[in-house]
C-alpha cells in the first residue's frame, strides 16, 4: 500500500516531495513555467513582468514562539515572491476551518496576518472560507498565494549559479524548526529559541540596490539549507561547497539539534535567505545586508564549483569533507 | 461555546459566511479592493488591469456524475475571474493531502485539473504541496488561485445593477448540488443528475463580444441563485423580482429537491452564471448565448426594480410574490 499511496514525506520538501512533482505534477501539467522549478513562476502580462507564487500553510502548532500560522502564511508568501527578486504587491488568504475552531483564534491569527502584510507593505485583496466537519481538518489550514512585480535588470533563478560565486546567508539557520518543534513537545528551553519568521521582500530590495548582479536568491524553509542548496546545485549543473565553521548557528539551537538527532541544515527557516552572488561584488552585498534589521548576522559560508556538478559538500572544520544530500524521509511534518 | 467557535454554516455561502466576512475579515484586512466584496479583486500593477482570486476546494466525495474536486477547482477559480469580465491566464495550485491517500486518486485528479485548464485556456503556473498525518484532513484539499487581465472598456460588478434592468442566467440550476448530493447518498436516481461543472470564460467572452454594456457577471455556487441574487441587490441598492415560472429546473432535480426538502433556487451551481443586463441588449445578449454550448437553456428569468431596495421577490405562477431571502444555515456542506 505505501508504494501506491501518499506519505508524510511526500510533504517534506526533501526527495520525495520532487519525485511527486516530476512524476506526478510536471508530466501533466507541462508547461515551460512551471518546469523552471523556482519558489514562483514568472509570467508576463500585457508587457508586465510578474511574479505570482501559492503556498498552504498547515503547522502545528498554530501559535509558537516568534509567530503563528497567520504571520507565516503572509511572510512565506512574500518570501517566495521577493525570491524572484520581485516586489510582493498583493495576497490572497484562503481558510479551510474545522468546524468548532475559536474565533477568538481566528481573530488572532487575522490580526497577524494583518500586521505581518503591513510590514511586507502587501495587501490582502481577495479571500475565501470554507469550513469542514469537526474530525475533517486539523483547526485552521491557510493558502496564500501572491503577485509581484519583477523590476527591469533583475533576473534571479536557482538555474544561475556559476563556479566562483559565493554563497551568502543573512543569519541563523534553524530557528523556526526548533521553535516549533520545542512548542510541540513542551520543552523547558522554549523560551530562548524563537521562529525567525519575517518577510524578507526589505532585505531583497537592500540587496539589489547595493548590486542587481545577484544570481539567485532562495529561501531555505522546509529540507532546510541543505535540501534548497541541493535544489540550486542540481538546477545550475555546479558543485557548491560549504564551510562548516562559518554557518551561523545558535548554541541553544545546535543544543537542541543534538538532543533531539537534528542537523541544522535539515532545519526549517522561515526567515532566512540564501543568495548566489559573483565572488567580486558579494563582500560588498553582505556588508550592506549587515545593515539591515533582518541581515545583522550575513555571513558567506561556501563556493559554487565547477566540480561534483549537482552535489553539495561540507568542508569540516577539522579538514574533512562529506556529501550534504537533499533531505530524505520527513523529519518534521507540519513545520510551516 | 456555538457563540465563538465557528459554524457549519459560517462555510456555507450564506448569511453566517457574511457575516463572519464583515466581522472578522473586513476589518482587520481593511482595503479598498477588498472591500468591493467581488467574487475576485481588480487590481492594477504597472498599469495593467488584473483580476486575481482565490478559493478552496474540500468537495466531499471527491469524485460525482460530471465532476470530480480537480475540475472543480480549476473551473471555479476560471469562473471567478470570468465574472469580472476578465480573461484567465495563470491559475496556482496548492494541495494539502491526508497521509495516506492514492497515488491514483492524485493522478486522476490532476488529469481532471489540466482536462479543464486546456478546455478554459490557462495555464497551471505554480503549486505547493503539502501532507498532514491521517486523520488530520480528509483526504485532499485543493486551492486554486488565478491571475486574468481585465480588457479594456469592461466594467462590471455586484454593484452596478440598475433599475430596468434584466436578470439572465445560462441555463438549469441544481444540477451540482444534487449531483453531489446523489453521489453522497448513494441515491438510485444518479445517473440521471450530472454536475454541470464548465468554465465560463467561453461564454462570458460570447456575451461581451454581444454587448459590452454588461452590468454584473456572477456565478451562483454556494447558496445558490437565491443568495447571489440577494447580494447583488444589496450591492446595488436595488429590488430584484423573479419570474417562477422562467427558471429553468430539470424535473429530476426538481423531484430530488421536493423529496429531499430542498429549494433549487439555493442549490449551488458550477457551471452558472447570473448577468443583470440592460433592457435594451438583454434580448440580443441571450440569443447569442444561445448559440454557446454552455447557454444553450439561456432564459431572461428576472428584472432589477427601484422597489424593496436590497430585496428579492419571487413572483409565482399562480400571482403570489414571496420574499426569497439568502441562505440561512447550512444546507449542503462541502459541495465544493
Do not use: W
Not at 565553521?245 to 541544522?264: S, T, Y
Request: net charge negative; glycine share 12%; with cysteine.
Amino acid at each position: 500500500m505505501a508504494d501506491n499511496s501518499i506519505l508524510l514525506a511526500h510533504g517534506s520538501g526533501g526527495r520525495l516531495s520532487h519525485e511527486l512533482v516530476k512524476s506526478i505534477f510536471l508530466p501533466v501539467f507541462d508547461n515551460q513555467v512551471l518546469n523552471q522549478l523556482d519558489d514562483r513562476a514568472e509570467v508576463e502580462v500585457s508587457g508586465v513582468k510578474l511574479a505570482f507564487t501559492t503556498d498552504s500553510f498547515v503547522v502545528n502548532p498554530l501559535f509558537f514562539a516568534g509567530g503563528d500560522i497567520g504571520k507565516l502564511a503572509v511572510c512565506g508568501t512574500v518570501n517566495d515572491l521577493a525570491m524572484g527578486g520581485a516586489e510582493p504587491l498583493y495576497i490572497s488568504a484562503g481558510f479551510i476551518i474545522e468546524e468548532g475552531f475559536s474565533l477568538d483564534s481566528l481573530k488572532s491569527v487575522v490580526a497577524s496576518m494583518k500586521k505581518a502584510a503591513d510590514e511586507a507593505g502587501v495587501k490582502i485583496v481577495c479571500g475565501d472560507t470554507k469550513v469542514v466537519e469537526k474530525g475533517s481538518a486539523d483547526q485552521i489550514f491557510i493558502n496564500t498565494s501572491g503577485i509581484g512585480l519583477v523590476p527591469e535588470g533583475v533576473k534571479v533563478s536557482g538555474s544561475l549559479a556559476r563556479p566562483g560565486d559565493k554563497v551568502v546567508i543573512n543569519g541563523f539557520i534553524g530557528d523556526h524548526g526548533m521553535a516549533v518543534m520545542a512548542e510541540r513537545q513542551g520543552l523547558s528551553f522554549k523560551s530562548t529559541i524563537a521562529s525567525d519568521c519575517a518577510p524578507l521582500n526589505g532585505l531583497v530590495k537592500t540587496m539589489l540596490g547595493e548590486s542587481k548582479n545577484i544570481h539567485v536568491f532562495r529561501d531555505p524553509t522546509r529540507g532546510g539549507v541543505a535540501t534548497t542548496l541541493n535544489e540550486i546545485a542540481a538546477q545550475s549543473g555546479v558543485g557548491i561547497v560549504l564551510r562548516e565553521e562559518a554557518i551561523p548557528v545558535r548554541d541553544e539551537v545546535l543544543a537542541v539539534c543534538e538532543i533531539l538527532g537534528f542537523d541544522p541544515l535539515y532545519v526549517a527557516n522561515e526567515g532566512k535567505l540564501l543568495a548566489v552572488i559573483p565572488a567580486e561584488t558579494a563582500e560588498r552585498v553582505v556588508a550592506a545586508m549587515k545593515n539591515h534589521p533582518y541581515g545583522t548576522d550575513s555571513a558567506i559560508i561556501g563556493e559554487v564549483v565547477a566540480d561534483h556538478p549537482g552535489r553539495v559538500v561540507l568542508s569540516t572544520g577539522i579538514g574533512g569533507h562529506r556529501i550534504v544530500d537533499m533531505l530524505v524521509g520527513e523529519q518534521l511534518p507540519r513545520i510551516c
